[in-house]
Antibody, heavy 118, light 105 residues
Framework: EVQLVQSGAEVKKPGESLKISCQAS????????IGWVRQMPGKGLEWVGV????????RYGPSFQGQVNISVDKSIDTAYLQWSSLKASDTAMYYCARPTSGWWFDLWGRGTLVTVSS | YELTQAPSVSVSLGQTATINCSGD??????AFWYQQRPGQAPVLVIYQNAKRPSGIPDRFSGSNSGQTATLIIRGTQAMDEADYYCQTWDGNAGVFGGGTKVTVL
């Protein structure tokens, strides 16, 4: 089955670091881009960024450049979204999703809820 | 690049819902549409302006011209009550519209 399985919910304090994961299965990981979408509580979808696993080419959304780091581990078909110092405003649901070559997302994970609170 | 959607649309059961998404020369790009029901991940309903993925009912249709992309839901059912987001690619990154909440009366 083609799917994206995301890591579980996280509760962190401001200033802490975090790395959430998304493991792909059912397709060749290095043939597709993979990316992240943010949804803050009660708000809309925001395009965080995407990475091409074969060469680690990354495209960040303008609001997220320098705020997060996207990476992959090809050996385990897994993509990551990482923060070095979390803020309360990072509290959101983060979806892993697979874009096609035409840049629409045809496959989504169930989401990872990140809560940042002192 | 920005995409603008009306925050909400109401439609009577069985009638037609029209959801617009506007952006500068959006008609020269491809538009995509996602449905998100409460507590669920988004689902692609339209890609490349007017194409439906496998499994999406044919009551969903799309168009894109000029400054506006449009998602139409004909014969709206109660299960279509959800948030709908447009998206495009601006050459460097993807962009989502703010979303439209469709309420079925």
């Amino acid at each position: 089955e083609v799917q994206l399985v995301q890591s579980g919910a996280e509760v962190k304090k401001p200033g802490e670091s975090l790395k959430i994961s998304c493991q792909a299965s059912g397709y060749k990981f290095t043939d597709y881009w993979i990316g992240w979408v943010r949804q803050m509580p009660g708000k809309g979808l925001e395009w965080v960024g995407v990475i091409y696993p074969d060469d680690s080419d990354i495209r960040y959304g303008p609001s997220f450049q320098g705020q997060v780091n996207i990476s992959v581990d090809k050996s385990i078909d897994t993509a990551y979204l990482q923060w070095s110092s979390l803020k309360a405003s990072d509290t959101a649901m983060y979806y892993c999703a697979r874009p096609t070559s035409g840049w629409w997302f045809d496959l989504w994970g169930r989401g990872t809820l990140v809560t940042v609170s002192s | 690049y920005e995409l603008t959607q009306a925050p909400s649309v109401s439609v009577s059961l069985g009638q037609t819902a029209t959801i617009n998404c506007s952006g500068d020369n959006l008609g020269k790009k491809f538009a995509f549409w996602y449905q998100q029901r409460p507590g669920q991940a988004p689902v692609l309903v339209i890609y490349q302006n007017a194409k439906r993925p496998s499994g999406i009912p044919d009551r969903f249709s799309g168009s894109n011209s000029g400054q506006t992309a449009t998602l139409i839901i004909r014969g709206t059912q109660a299960m279509d009550e959800a948030d709908y987001y447009c998206q495009t690619w601006d050459g460097n990154a993807g962009v989502f519209g703010g979303g439209t909440k469709v309420t079925v009366l």
